[in-house]
């Protein structure tokens, strides 16, 4: 499709879109039979959603580019699932807790990885969860069984394997997210075209990510085909 369409700043497309991510050899984390997203936090009652009941709500549609912090783009991504904004306006916001205002929102996946967003992000138009790529379920190398898509925020926020939604009503204090501990603390925003990596300077930052690109495609390849070899 549109193929032409310019890159944020500091990013190269790959061909096709690798699995990436933490415990990079590992396999994808298992499946409930019937997955739900816990929603938590600023709430009257922590309540558990379906991710099958996503099917029911109005369908969202998004082609899309992603962006990993590391430096590479995958393009003309066709994801499928529901509108962030509207999972947030029909199943959150009617149940939060009074005097609370919600100001950000974590979310977490079965392999506990976690990123937190600000709720002006978060309602963005095209933030999606997402059940579907390219027409077909979500598989474990991408996120089954739904996944958070932010395509103008790096991958490390678009969390795959989604079990929790907690809501927050600060910036929470402590970052102690996965890539936050490996490196720097990460943005709090993670804008793709305000290229808003980590706080360090970018000559750094470019370079360095640039070279672990390839041995973490390479471990995470492995163990997505760990996940594949264990479900046959
Ligand atoms: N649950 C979970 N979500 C995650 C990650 C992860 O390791 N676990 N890695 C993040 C990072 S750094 C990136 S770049 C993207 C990679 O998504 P992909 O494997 O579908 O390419 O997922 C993000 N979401
Ligand atoms: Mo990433």
Redesign the pocket.
Known sequence: MQASRKLPPGQRRVNG???????LSQPAPAVPANPVITISGAVAEEFDLPVASLATLPRRELAAD?H???GWS?TDLRWEGVSFQTVYRTHIEPVLRPGAPATHLEFR???G?R?VVTIEDALADDVLIAERLDGRPLND???APA?LVSPQQ???I????LCRIKVLTAEPREQSS??DRLLVPTHPRARVWEEERHYLPLWIVRPFYRLLIAPIRFL?ARGGQESRARRR
Do not use: E, I, M
């Not at 678009?158 to 394997?161: E, G, I, R, S």
């Open positions: 879109f690798p699995r990436f991510g933490h415990r992603f990993c912090v590391a995958a996946g079965l392999d990885w990123s190398d991408h996120g996944r790096y991958g490390y678009n969390t795959k394997h996965f890539l995470s």
